[in-house]
């Protein structure tokens, strides 16, 4: 049993390259999210599902996709990298909103 | 989702009781508080989340007032181990998955 998954671990991207950052549960979790922590800053919710082929929009969707094909996975999309997405980037799961997330160690993202 | 109002930071000395408290003076009727914690540059990790019972498990205790406007983290006997970002959050009991994190109370745990 593994819980949450991400890979990669780190990543230097050039402004405007696009890449896909994995994450993984084998928990049969409905519940899975995407957050990014700035330097010094809280974790903000990019974009959440609450089951498979379903997505929502979280507090900072603006330069990300999300898709959620089978109940194991959800990969964040980041289709034209700026500077601004410099951050650490957390994926979360649970089986329901009342129980506790499960976050993965993160993947720290630069963009240069 | 409610507003938390947290102490920047805190120092505990070992051993000791840490108490950490939290203000939701807006909390609504179906919303909890939950409690994590986030060590060094880790994923944060769940400690424990009540509506208007105390609360205890094997990590910590988690007082919530009568009122509910406000709750108090207990870390019985605190370790180094225990350094990190602490995060109130407030969040209801039915919906999507929303954690709603701010910018949480840094305990230092001195030996």
């Known amino acids: 049993n593994a819980g949450v998954t991400q890979t990669p671990k780190f990543q230097v991207l050039k402004t405007g390259q696009s890449m896909t950052l994995q994450c993984a549960q084998d928990?049969?979790?409905?519940?899975m999210s995407w957050y990014r922590q700035d330097p010094g800053m809280g974790l903000r919710l990019i974009h959440y599902s609450v089951g498979a082929g379903i997505t929502d929009q979280g507090e900072v969707p603006n330069g990300y996709n999300v898709s959620r094909s089978t109940t194991e996975d959800f990969p964040l999309r980041l289709l034209s990298a700026a500077p601004s997405q410099t951050s650490v980037y957390f994926c979360?799961?649970?089986?329901?909103?009342?129980?506790?997330?499960?976050f993965g160690q993160g993947t720290r993202l630069t963009v240069v | 989702d409610a507003k938390t109002t947290q102490p920047p930071s805190m120092d505990c000395a070992e051993g000791r009781a840490a108490n950490l408290p939290c203000n939701h003076s807006?909390?609504?009727?179906?919303?909890?508080v939950y409690w994590y914690r986030q060590i060094h540059s880790q994923g944060p990790q769940y400690i424990i989340h009540g509506l208007k019972n105390n609360e205890t498990n094997e990590m910590a205790s988690l007082i919530i007032t009568e009122d509910r406007k406000s709750s108090t983290l207990i870390l019985p006997h605190a370790t180094l181990r225990d350094t990190a970002v602490y995060y109130c959050i407030v969040r209801p009991g039915r919906g999507a998955q929303k954690l709603v994190f701010g910018q949480g109370t840094r305990l230092t745990i001195n030996p």
């Open positions: 979360a799961s649970s089986w329901t909103p009342n129980t506790e997330a499960f």
């Open positions: 928990m049969n979790h409905e519940y």
């Open positions: 807006t909390i609504s009727g179906n919303e909890y």
